[in-house]
């Protein structure tokens, strides 16, 4: 069922001791301040020149390790962060990816070092989050043969189960007041606007008990197979989302 009141997940990618210090330190004190339990996406090797942005944070490791003491679950956020592959994702927003179109065994070895990489920095990575959305039939089987079921993305209003996964949606890229639903919200803290810190904060005061966790995602709403009606409800979501990013990319070739 769609759980009502709507519920919310917040999602914060590309977490890596290279990411900026200070732009993540603007939205840090809000966790902690409402209490939020949130998704950090962490890149377990990262190798993307855009994440490199400070210097690397001799504290991240432990930072991370104490904000999942505090209730925070962690994502495995792909492994070096890279795109070089221009597979079909199942979530079908980017054309460049890190894993979709990759061969099953070499996504599987890259899955097997990005866990062993957080598990040896004792985290306990228990959600897989792919860069740009990127991940296929074959990532789906990886996963369950490395023993993660739990993914972030696609676009209905509950939590389901495709593939022998469980996926917990991921529709929004800001606040946005939901009636109904479980909505999780992305944020970059490398490049996230000063404003969106602002709107961040005024949503939290004013939804603040509606904020959910991974743990009690997948225990009070129980994942399951979509509905026809909730399956026609997603496939409308990714068409519409599809078609605003290309109009974006049309726009910006014109002249």
């Known amino acids: 069922m769609i759980p009502r009141p709507a519920q919310y997940l917040l999602r914060f990618d590309d977490l890596c001791p290279t990411m900026s210090r200070p732009g993540w330190m603007r939205f840090k004190p ?31 490791w432990s930072e991370m390790r104490a904000m999942e003491a505090a209730g925070a679950s962690i ?8 795109s070089g592959a221009r597979g079909q ?12 179109g ?5 996504q599987r070895a890259w899955i097997r070092a990005g866990l062993e990489i957080l598990r040896g920095h004792g985290l306990n990575p228990c959600v ?39 996926w917990i949606p991921q529709q929004l890229w800001a606040p946005v007041e939901k009636r109904a639903g479980l909505w999780t919200m ?4 490398n490049s996230a606007p000063d404003e969106l810190v602002g709107q961040l904060r005024a949503f939290l005061e004013g939804h603040v008990e509606e ?13 399951e197979r979509l509905g026809f009606a909730e399956g026609i409800y997603e496939t409308m979501a990714v068409w519409r989302l599809r078609t605003s990013l290309a109009r974006k990319r049309w726009l910006g070739r014109r002249p």
């Open 128 to 166: 897989w989050v792919a860069p740009r959305h990127g991940f296929d039939g074959n990532t789906l089987r990886a996963l369950r043969s490395e023993g993660l079921g739990v993914l972030s993305d696609g676009f209905a209003r509950v939590p389901f189960v495709r593939g022998g996964v469980t």
């Open 75 to 82: 994502g495995l956020h792909g492994y070096r962060h890279l």
């Open 102 to 106: 990759i061969p099953e065994e070499t």
């Open 211 to 223: 904020f959910t966790s991974v743990e009690r995602v997948v225990k009070e709403l129980r994942p």
């Open 30 to 60: 809000l966790l902690e301040e409402f209490g939020v339990k949130p998704i950090l996406a962490v890149v377990p090797d990262n190798r993307d020149a855009d994440l490199e942005v400070s210097g690397a944070d001799v504290e991240f």
């Open 186 to 189: 992305v944020v970059h803290a």
């Open 89 to 100: 994702s199942l979530v079908p927003m980017h054309r460049a990816t890190e894993f979709a």
